[in-house]
């Protein structure tokens, strides 16, 4: 039979080209158990309201768990002829109850209504699946970091030797980067906290139903949508999750590429785990660092999830329209992407050896101990212009001759300026070098401590 919820006014049922156009069935089933869960809290408004008998609702209720089992264990599915998931579960609430009695509960609520409320339950329960994940990820690299607490590197900018960092230092700063994705998530969490179920198709229902009622029965701290039209017209939600999904992948390609780089032979600052990489078809010889790569790819998924998005919901008029189908798949794409990403990412992270040495080695290469000349300078009451002239001679010298600036005598620092005197050396030396940070952020092994000491109370509360 036909199982539209729309045919009254039709004399034709719907070509099979539109048929096969408009079918969500195939994406959308996965809100199968939110729709019965609204269709429960339905329920019990439309029997306070007077709209189901006591025993009506029992039944009403009794079935709505008959077909919740018969999803889960897959007996009940939706078909392309169901049009979408309501449309499915309303089918299977129908073959389970009887019209008489299936029949009433779709009184005062609308797919559009609908769709808001299960669309935001979803997303709601994959922010927390993804928090999670990225709770792990950051233990993982909270780990590396205290397991290597003195272990010098060469910090970069331009990607060029800048100053010598503790590789724990930047490590953690990745830790605050995904901190913040794991806090946008939270926040975006209470911020979707409110239900639109009870705005009808857009302007609400006469049939005195309580709104505030499915809030609550549904787990919507913030109670129901303020406004009908809003409640059903405003995707700013989806599109948020979007954008914060696409920066979780944004960082995490940020991770990826040091990674890719340090696992050169070049670098070789880090070994990947024979479990978390792969080999090649042709060279017996490669282990490569796929994990990070499918990292750095799938960031250009999340962001042209994004993207894709913002663009269907540009000049959209209120109130729904059906592009707002269109939303669904490129999210719950992130959320897929996510899921599977970020286990393999936190188990990559977790199992690289360090190669202490090479970092140690190349950490005062590239003159990168010439600010601390400067400073050195500067602490004897020698203007900072004039003390970055003297340390940059100091480069210039070094590059002319072919040595390192520890390397520089006596002499050839007082040639450069009479304010070198041989006590410079004592800055010279990464150690030293390092310690002298140790204002809060700074790299020191101490100040580095006390970050990873804030960052763990923080993973703890979080
Ligand atoms: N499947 C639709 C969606 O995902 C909900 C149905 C609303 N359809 C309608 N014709 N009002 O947005």
């Known amino acids: ?65 008959r077909l919740e089992a018969d999803v889960a264990d897959g007996s009940f599915t939706g078909t392309v002829a169901d049009e979408d998931v309501h449309t499915a579960l309303e089918r299977g609430l129908l073959e389970r109850l009887g019209p008489d009695l299936g029949g009433k509960l779709r009184a005062g609520r609308s797919r559009n209504d609908q769709v808001a409320t299960l669309f935001r339950m979803y997303l709601r329960d994959h922010a927390r699946i993804i928090g999670g994940l990225i709770t792990d990820l950051q233990e993982a690299l909270t780990g590396l970091a205290e397991a290597h607490p003195d272990v010098a590197m060469p910090g970069r900018t331009h990607l060029q030797h800048a100053q010598p960092v503790l590789f724990a230092h930047h490590v953690l700063a990745h830790v605050q980067a995904l901190g913040r994705d794991a806090e946008r998530l939270r926040q975006w969490d209470a911020r979707t906290a409110v239900s639109p179920y009870g705005s009808g198709a857009l302007a609400g229902s006469s049939l005195g139903l309580d709104p505030e009622a499915v809030a609550a029965d549904l787990g919507f701290e913030h ?17 948020e999750f979007a954008f914060i999904t696409a920066m979780i992948g944004v960082d995490l390609s940020r991770i990826a590429e040091e990674v890719i780089i340090w696992n050169t032979k070049e670098f070789s600052f880090v070994t990947l785990h024979d479990a978390f990489s792969t080999g090649s078809s042709i060279m017996p010889q490669k282990k490569n660092p796929d994990i990070a790569e499918l990292a750095r790819g799938k960031s250009g998924r999340l962001i042209g999830n994004l993207t894709g998005l913002l663009a269907t919901l540009k000049a959209l008029p209120l ?28 188990g990559m992270m977790a199992t690289l050896t360090v190669n202490r040495e090479r970092m140690a080695e190349l950490a005062p ?13 500067v602490r004897r009451g020698v203007p900072f212009r004039v003390a970055h002239e003297v340390a940059g001679a100091c480069v210039k010298e070094c590059e002319r001759v072919g040595i390192e600036l520890e390397e520089l005598t006596d002499e050839q620092f007082a040639a450069i300026s009479p304010h070198l005197t041989p006590e410079v050396r004592g800055v010279l030396n990464v150690p030293g070098a390092l310690a002298s ?18 960052v763990k109370a923080d993973l703890v509360k979080q």
């Open 1 to 65: 039979g036909d199982v539209r919820l729309w045919g009254g006014r039709f004399a034709d049922g719907p070509s099979e080209a539109l048929a096969r156009l408009s079918a969500s069935v195939h994406f959308d089933w996965r809100l199968a158990p939110y729709d019965i869960a609204g269709s429960r809290a339905h329920a019990r408004v439309l029997h306070t309201a007077g709209l189901l008998t006591a025993e009506e609702l029992e039944r009403m209720l009794a079935g709505l768990d």
């Open 223 to 239: 109670g129901s949508a303020a406004n009908s039209i809003d409640g059903t017209a405003s995707r700013d939600f989806v599109a």
């Open 319 to 346: 109130a729904y329209n059906r592009d707002l189908q269109e939303d669904k798949e490129p999210v719950f794409d992130s959320c897929d992407q996510l899921e599977v990403l970020l286990p393999a990412f936190t």
């Open 365 to 377: 290469a590239g003159f990168s101990l010439a600010t601390d000349i400067a400073e050195w300078l």
């Open 437 to 454: 940070r140790g204002g809060r952020g700074g790299t020191a092994p101490a100040a580095v401590a006390a970050q990873l000491a804030e």
